[in-house]
């Protein structure tokens, strides 16, 4: 979304990926220390060390603190997680200020969660920018979709409300701006209501497919990535993958549709992705029960869709969520 380009063109998909001489050295040491320490074997466990440990050491980046110890220092994670701290955000930050003499700023979490709209504005007040696109990142009601499901009581309560913020904040900025105001709210994805549950790692096991030792692969909660140790575990591997009813292999073909295929296979020799309202529990990111409302299928299935209103028209009209970026920049630069 805010490169504005496909996975492959920038080779950055997923906020992990499978690099052994990458992996930092916190996985190294939790990987000596799970051969100490059996507590592979009591996932619960396993999920509170790597939370807790990863607290004091690695403050950004996602929170996948369910990877089995004995292959966590195969996986890689991006040092980064939330917009602003994307090299996309700077990329695109020096893009509008060269480009349509623009600034960009971001206001949102970590740092500023609880009275975001309040925040919004008076930064904007204070602001002696002449041109400026301030970005406002909501991630509360996703949250809540995630943890009550996106059409329960809690979710339609809070979007509800937030569509009346929003609608009280831009009443405030076209009062203050008038027609130097461009409003957009978009997101990058919507949210399906959780159904089914599949442990893929037993699937495996019953074939007698060993994660460490046949195969490696990082289960996430929609989508699963597969490194094979050899191509007749490859085979065993899809003809599982095969059977299972509820969710498909991303094959060639599909990877070429999606523009993910990588000049190395960082994000998977084998790809397989859920159908909206499967979930792969157990998976790396949590022992802990499953979500309500999850997100990461296919993106022409609608509970994956995500939204672009604005107040401006503009000739470039976005089909995809790459193409956020580039109407936006669009859009200022009309205005130059
Ligand atoms: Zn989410």
Known sequence: MLSGKY???TNH???YFYSPQESPIFFKTLNKIGAVFPLDRLPS???LAVGQTRRFILKQGVHINNVPFHIIDKVTLYPYYYMHELPFFHELKEQLQKKCQTSLTHI????TRKHLYRSLLKYIRASNHEKELVIAYEDALDGLGHKFGPYSPECLHYA???DRVLLEVYQKLAKCFGK????FVFSDHGQCEQTNNLNLLSELDKKTLNLGDDYLCILDATLALFWAKNKDVEEKILEVLGK???GKVIDERLQKKYHIRFDDKRYGEIIFVLNPGGTLFPNFFSSFGTMRGLHGYLPEDDVQKG????DKKSLYVPRHVRDIRNFIVNVFSQET
Do not use: A, V
């Not at 949102?108 to 740092?111: A, E, F, R, T």
């Not at 130097?180 to 409003?183: A, D, G, Q, W």
């Open 307 to 310: 939204l672009l209103i604005s």
């Open 13 to 15: 998909w997923l906020p």
């Open 108 to 111: 949102g979490p970590p740092k």
């Open 180 to 183: 130097n105001l461009t409003f």
């Open 244 to 246: 299972i009813r509820i």
């Open 7 to 9: 996975p492959e063109e």
């Open 45 to 47: 466990l396993r999920n």
């Open 160 to 162: 509800k409300s937030l």
